[in-house]
């Protein structure tokens, strides 16, 4: 009831929202520095029969939120090119991306200063990745300067994700690529898909409801995600890290069971 009474209250107040995330990641950064913490987004289950992603051992933990990041890039070329992903918070995906991708340059934006810092020391031996601090609604990045725009899970913590659709189609150059994902409850992803679909020079190319393969990952990923929470988080802190693990039987995991949220992944072109 709590984390309802929460969400009604951020949906109503951008400044509280975006001041709330703010300080809620940079806690995470700052308090929880273990390099085995990486990612932080819910995952992608493949569909039955499906060929297995190939991983390097140091990535097979995290199997299920690679999966995620594969699925969102899905024939975006990125070999080569300059990419930026924005919200890219404890590092993992940007790392994936650069060493399996082969960019030219990627360059990971975040609000907080602390997951920053964060990740240059976890990263900082990933060649062509760099970490920057600064605002999804205003992107510190000169007009037309990267190839691909990468956002993962970060939006619902947005002031305005409007703003945010139009700094995108500011940063990528003509032609260039805007991969993007997350949940919200079905009337408000119909409202994004449309401020997404409306925003100058950016050109919606594809549009999936991932939810079903989102939900299967939190399935086969609680065990270790509760294995994880057991060793890093003080008891008293366990539940709240469970609900935003999304957790089996928590609130969250229930809302995608029952569509009261729904995931979604888009991919569109600048003009």
């Known amino acids: 009831m709590l984390i309802r ?28 520095t273990q390099r085995s913490w990486t990612f932080m987004n819910y995952g992608y289950e493949q569909e039955a029969g499906a060929a297995l992603l190939p991983l390097d051992p140091e990535d097979e933990p995290d199997r299920l939120c690679a999966q995620l990041y594969e699925q969102v890039v899905a024939g975006v070329g990125l070999r080569g090119r300059e990419v930026v992903e924005v919200g890219s918070g404890r590092g993992g995906g940007a790392s994936y991306l650069t060493r399996t991708h082969r960019p030219s340059r990627y360059t990971g934006i975040d609000y ?29 990045l000169p007009d037309a300067s990267c190839d691909v725009v990468v956002n993962v899970e970060s939006s619902h913590c947005y002031g305005d994700v409007t703003k945010f659709f139009g700094e995108v189609a500011r940063v990528l150059r003509p032609g260039g690529h805007f991969a ?20 100058a020079g950016l050109h919606l190319t594809e549009h999936f409801d991932i939810t079903e393969r989102v939900l299967a990952a939190l399935t086969s990923d609680d065990a270790r995600k509760r294995r994880l929470i057991e060793e890093i988080v003080p008891p008293r802190l366990q539940h709240l890290f469970g609900e935003f693990a999304g957790l089996s039987g928590g609130q969250v995991f229930r809302a995608f069971g029952k569509r009261e949220m729904v995931y979604h992944r888009f991919q569109c072109r600048k003009s």
């Open 5 to 32: 009474i929460a969400v009604l209250a951020l949906d109503k107040s951008p400044f509280l929202r975006r001041l709330l995330w703010r300080w809620w990641y940079g806690r995470l950064a700052s308090k929880f």
């Open 112 to 140: 907080s200063a602390a997951a920053v810092k964060l990740c240059r020391g976890a990263h900082g031996s990933v060649a062509g990745l760099t970490f920057v601090t600064g605002d999804a609604e205003h992107l510190p």
């Open 180 to 199: 993007y994902a997350d949940f919200r409850s079905p009337a408000d992803m119909e409202k994004v898909a449309a401020q997404l679909a409306a925003t």
